[in-house]
């Protein structure tokens, strides 16, 4: 397989999964609560029931070491801690004084605290960093002998099922979470040529939207019932693994200019998701704020259109103007 053309099809699918966070993030609860509509909560648990195990995953198949831990350790702390950092501490800010565009003041030592021991607003960074930290040694089970292999597979099965039992300081429970998807990801990778030659098929989008179908009416009908934590587990599996399914299969139809635009999206998809929170201050106080607009539909669409607009274009043409922007925005300097 062309490593080339592997790396595209992971763009396009990460593009698909930063395209649902935009969507998740555009519906608001402030100014205007849109979760008060039963539509838009059901909307909004969905994408964030599938959106960031989809991102997990993607990041296991691209997971890559080569024996140098140093040097990879400071890689990642560069691509992804870095980030952490500063975008935390910038949304911190203008938490701290009274202002009519954040929903929630924090006092400074709570700030602190949060971000410290509990992974302040970017969670997602910091449970990346702790999983791609630890993942070399998990590597050594998953590629050693068959026992090895069980035990490793093993231990992340219950540490997913452990999930609602470990603690949250340093986001554990998170790690707990997400390692099952990311190790996933670097499953499907040491099976990616047949699992290219199988998806890359316009015929095979098929099954993918009938799965993505199912689950997303599955979960409709228990989103309004009160089920216990297994079957929670089994219905979040049901919806992530059905809707990478539905995904791959799309990328086939993802050529010409689609294909191209999904994954540019996907190569910027960090920092989009850094900058998502700002754009959307901007478009939610233009378009409820300023413009009265009330339609959840208009405000949904709206803020989504604009905030990818926003966040795609800052991304490419001007973060990469200067080095500090690429060094504290997690930019290898290879992209441009």
């Given at each position: 397989m062309d490593e080339k053309k592997r790396w595209k099809e992971m763009d396009i699918l990460r593009g698909w999964a930063i395209l649902m966070v935009l969507l998740y993030h555009s519906i608001i609860v402030f100014p205007l609560n849109l979760h008060e509509i039963q539509w838009c909560k059901t909307l909004h648990t969905f994408l964030w029931t599938v959106q960031m195990p989809l991102f997990f995953l993607v990041s296991g198949f691209c997971y890559s070491f080569h024996g140098n831990y140093r040097e990879y350790a400071l890689r990642k702390c560069r691509r992804i801690l870095v980030p952490h950092i500063v975008f935390s501490a910038l949304d911190i800010l203008p938490r701290l004084i009274p202002n009519p565009l954040v929903h929630e003041q924090m006092d400074i030592g709570a700030a602190v605290v949060d971000f410290v021991f509990y992974g302040g607003s970017d969670w997602f960074l910091w449970t990346l960093f702790v999983i791609v930290m630890v993942f070399p040694l998990l590597e050594k089970l998953f590629t050693g002998s068959l026992k090895m292999r069980k035990a490793g597979i093993l231990l992340v099965i219950l540490f997913f099922l452990g999930k609602p039992y470990m603690t949250d300081f340093l986001l554990l429970n998170m790690v707990c979470q997400y390692l099952l998807y990311f190790f996933s990801g670097f499953g499907l990778r040491r099976r990616a040529d047949r699992l290219r030659s199988a998806g890359l098929q316009k015929r095979n989008v098929i099954p993918g939207f009938f799965s993505m179908t199912v689950c997303f009416a599955v979960f409709i009908f228990f989103s309004h019932k009160q089920i216990g934590e297994t079957w929670e587990i089994c219905l979040e599996l049901l919806c992530v693994f059905g809707s990478f399914l539905f995904f791959f299969g799309l990328t086939a139809f993802c050529a010409g200019?689609?294909?191209?635009?999904?994954?540019?999206?996907?190569?910027?998809?960090?920092?989009?998701?850094?900058?998502?929170?700002?754009?959307?201050?901007?478009?939610?106080?233009?378009?409820?704020?300023?413009?009265?607009?009330?339609?959840?539909?208009?405000?949904?669409?709206g803020n989504f259109l604009l905030d990818t607009a926003i966040v795609l274009l800052v991304s490419r043409y001007v973060l990469t103007k200067a080095k500090v922007f690429r060094f504290l925005c997690g930019i290898p300097e290879k992209v441009g």
């Open positions: 200019r689609l294909g191209d635009f999904v994954a540019v999206c996907g190569k910027w998809s960090l920092q989009m998701y850094l900058l998502d929170a700002y754009a959307l201050v901007f478009t939610r106080t233009v378009l409820v704020s300023m413009m009265g607009l009330d339609n959840p539909v208009i405000i949904i669409a």
